[in-house]
């Protein structure tokens, strides 16, 4: 059997940017508007600094405004709820975006409530989380979103198709789950506690791995041919010492079995930026009860 295609987020990530990048241009010329996108950072977290640094880039990049509010690790709940109160406010922020993980003083879940919902380009509003679910408009989570691209341009149409999603984060299981529920997939949202994991993966066309422990799933949890989407990234360190990343998929013994799988780096990571954008523009297009853009 041939080797698994390798399915190049990268390169649909650059796709999706451009769309958005263009979109974004034809808005502000027949509008003048330029949806502005606001991320916030507490603390002094390297792996969240760089990721709000390239969050920032790649908005500027696709025309779009950028803000940033950097925070000391010490900031009080009550001072973080006054700026998601400004921002909400604010007619020249669209999106909003709180850098998780938060420092221990802040509950995650108050400050994830205090975000207008059509502000919340993250999806994690429990307005956004029940349109996604009972079939309205919702601004949807950007990694599963990115796998649904993912999915749909390796795959095409998904109906019918046996999907296994391991993990049941709100973060990317769940909304995970519900998207394929939207494409007539039949769905199993499997977790820690479901009994014989492998048996469940091994019966999937497509198998999001979403656990976050590396290289759990194994080559012989997959299914000849299936798609495989891994979303893990984990940094481990290899007998020479040096770290790498690897996803929650043993990747050189899945590709020996699956039909298609994304890497890990570039495979579902590059897309969850290129989907923020996009929920920028579609918030921006939104409150202004304009056309959605069809990105």
């Not at 792996?47 to 920032?56: E, I, L, P």
């Not at 879940?109 to 919902?117: E, G, R």
Request: aromatic share 2%; charged share 20%; hydrophobic share 45%.
């Amino acid at each position: 059997m041939a080797q698994a295609s390798v399915i190049d987020g990268k390169a649909h990530a650059a796709q999706l940017r451009a769309a958005v990048a263009a979109a974004a241009a034809s808005l502000k010329s027949a509008h003048g508007a330029v949806p502005g996108l606001a991320a916030v950072l507490v603390g002094e977290d390297p792996a969240s600094q760089v990721y709000v640094r390239n969050k920032g880039i790649a908005t500027r990049e696709a025309g779009l405004r950028s803000f940033e509010h950097r925070l000391p690790a010490s900031t009080g709940e009550a001072e973080l709820l006054a700026l998601i109160d400004r921002l909400n406010k604010d007619d020249a922020v669209d999106g909003i975006l709180v850098q998780l993980p938060l420092p221990k003083q802040i509950d995650p879940q108050k400050i994830i409530d205090a975000i207008d919902p059509a502000k919340d380009v993250d999806g994690f509003h429990v307005e956004n989380v029940g349109h996604l679910w009972s079939g309205g408009k919702a601004l949807v989570p950007g990694t599963p979103f990115g796998c649904l691209l993912l999915l749909r341009a390796t795959l095409g149409s998904l109906v019918g198709a046996d999907a296994v999603v391991l993990g049941r984060s709100n973060i990317v299981g769940k909304p995970m789950a519900a998207l394929l529920l939207a494409e007539h997939c039949t769905v199993t949202l499997a977790h820690s506690r479901s009994r014989d994991l492998p048996a469940l993966a091994r019966r999937a066309d497509i198998l999001v791995a979403a656990v976050g422990r590396a290289e759990m799933v194994r080559g012989d949890w997959i299914k000849p041919g299936a798609t495989v989407i891994d979303v893990g990234i984990n940094r481990v360190t290899g007998a020479d010492g040096k770290s790498r990343l690897v996803g929650d998929v043993a990747y050189a013994e899945a590709v020996e079995v699956a039909g298609a799988i994304t890497p890990v780096p570039g495979g579902v990571g590059p897309m969850t930026i290129a989907c923020l954008l996009r929920n920028t523009l579609v918030a921006g297009c939104r409150r202004r009860g304009l056309p959605e853009p069809g990105v």
